[in-house]
């Protein structure tokens, strides 16, 4: 009796693509949300290295959902501090902390640190994610830290240059519906529409600028 060979990878991801969702927007975003309350607590050092354990855990998450595993010095470089948060260790935190109650003492200002943490969280994340469905062409069951580099550094160039990079088009089949409303409301419903799609505007632009920095990673 003869029995089929199947590689751990393959029969992982055939597993979980019927399971489960991979990482879907909800799970992703409460690890956003944990990354910006990691910033936000009034601490000299544990925000950053808090921070850093959210992210850690959450690319944990991601590649587990494809079944691969990451070396301990992958899963660092993937979910170290962002270049604008300053470096790693008790001189980034030391930094870090000065900075956040600079903005304290700025009011509106305060919400910048979470803010920043939530996007690098979220970024990692999603483009990850994205970079395991569509841009990894290796077989291996094991992301090292090289690969890891490369991913972060494209990651990192993403943010930097996605107010620069033309966002993907979404082709959009539907027929416009009949129009029923007053000037007025169609004003008020067309700046509430804006402001709701202006996250996954910044989405399609962060992936596109993700998909040029990888390839020249």
Known sequence: MSSESVTPAPASARALATASDRLGPGR??????????AAALPLPFIPGTLATRVRGALVHDVCARFGLSLTPEARHVLSA???AEGPEGLLGAAVRFATAQIFARLGPLTVVPPLRSALLTFSIG????????????????RIDVEEARRVRRAIEAAI???????????TDSGAAPEELRDQF??????????????????VRRLEA?????LQSA
Do not use: C, K, N
């Open 209 to 213: 600028a993700f998909d040029e920095s």
């Open 28 to 37: 992703l975003g409460t690890y956003s949300v944990m990354g910006a309350v």
């Open 160 to 170: 930097s240059r996605s107010f620069m990079t033309a966002p993907r088009v979404d």
């Open 81 to 83: 501090p962002g270049l």
């Open 185 to 202: 409301t169609q004003l008020t419903d067309g700046a509430f529409s804006a402001l709701a799609s202006l996250p996954s505007w910044l």
């Open 126 to 141: 999603h483009l990850l994610r994205r970079y395991l469905e569509h841009g990894r062409t290796g077989q291996s069951i």
